[in-house]
């Protein structure tokens, strides 16, 4: 029996209006907002591993009042309960803050293996899965595009620019896959109903033994000290070839140091 965690952030709808609050943190109330596509994947080889034997998965998510759509997301796709950490003073968190709240609650919580995304769609820093690892004492397998698991042993396929790497660990372990692992499943209308039924426990940093004074804005190693809108994109120059296309083109492309 596995019993596996999965990490899902909560992200602004990369389509809709996004933008920051007063205190120049990304809005995450006021716009639209939904699971972390890379995390799908998650949850997808998550589900594909118990499904292989047998054991549970439970998705983990650290964010606002409405992160709880990402854990009712997961539950349809069929994970089996969820955790939502919620607590005011968690605004404005960087990523160090973010992996110690995780970090845990995953320690809360009964489990063999943790899974991530390989990045979310909004930061997309691509390091909470290390972070959390080193918090938690455990190995780090991460950027997964291909997973095999026998027993407790997990073998991955990481693929970089120049190798592909076997990696191999067991035990408790830290996993975090990348959108090459394949399609993840749509939630279907008995998942859908099946998700209303299951069980989210909500917590605090209190729950969680978190001190409020080493999360939040105050705590943050960096912060945005300003930020202004992109202007509007200008019509680009049109050149006009008139038998000396070729000879203005590369005038153009000289002239911004492309050539
Ligand atoms: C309520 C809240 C408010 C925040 N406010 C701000 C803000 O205003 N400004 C700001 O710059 N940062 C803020 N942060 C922190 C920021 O959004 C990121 O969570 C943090 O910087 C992690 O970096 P990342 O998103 O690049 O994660 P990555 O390292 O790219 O994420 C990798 C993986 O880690 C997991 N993961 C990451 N975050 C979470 C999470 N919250 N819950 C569950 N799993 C997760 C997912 O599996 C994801 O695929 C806030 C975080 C929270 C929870």
């Known amino acids: 029996m596995t019993k596996i965690v999965v990490a899902v ?3 602004p709808d990369a389509t809709a209006d996004r933008t920051f609050s007063a205190d120049n943190t990304v809005d995450r109330v006021g716009v639209d907002g ?9 949850v997808e080889q998550a589900l594909q591993i118990i499904e292989a034997g047998e054991g549970e998965v439970t998705v983990l998510t650290v964010g606002p009042e409405q992160a709880a759509d990402a854990v009712r997301k997961a539950l349809q796709m069929g994970a089996h309960a969820g955790v939502h950490v919620q607590d005011d003073a968690i605004h404005g968190s960087d990523a160090f803050a973010t992996s110690l709240v995780l970090a845990k609650a995953i320690e809360k919580l009964d489990y063999d293996l943790v899974v991530f995304g390989m990045a979310s769609t909004d930061a997309g820093m691509g390091v909470v899965p290390t972070l959390v690892a080193e918090r938690l004492g455990l190995p780090a397998v ?3 595009s291909e997973i095999t698991v026998e027993g407790d042993t997990v073998t991955i396929r990481r693929d970089g620019d120049v190798a592909t790497q076997d990696i191999e660990a067991s035990g408790k372990l830290v996993l975090s896959v990348t959108d090459q692992t394949g399609e993840a499943r749509y939630p279907s209308f008995k998942g859908i109903m099946a998700a209303k039924k299951k069980d989210v426990q909500q917590w605090t940093l209190a729950d969680l033994d978190v001190d409020a004074g080493s999360v939040g804005l105050d705590a943050a190693w960096t912060k945005v000290e300003s930020f202004e809108p992109r202007p509007p994109r200008t019509a680009g120059e049109i050149v006009t070839d008139e038998g000396d296309g070729g000879a203005k083109l590369v ?3 000289a002239s911004k140091k492309f050539v």
């Open 9 to 11: 952030k909560y992200v």
């Open 142 to 144: 991460t950027f997964a």
């Open 251 to 253: 005038e153009f492309l």
């Open 34 to 42: 939904l699971l972390s596509e890379l995390d799908e994947y998650a």
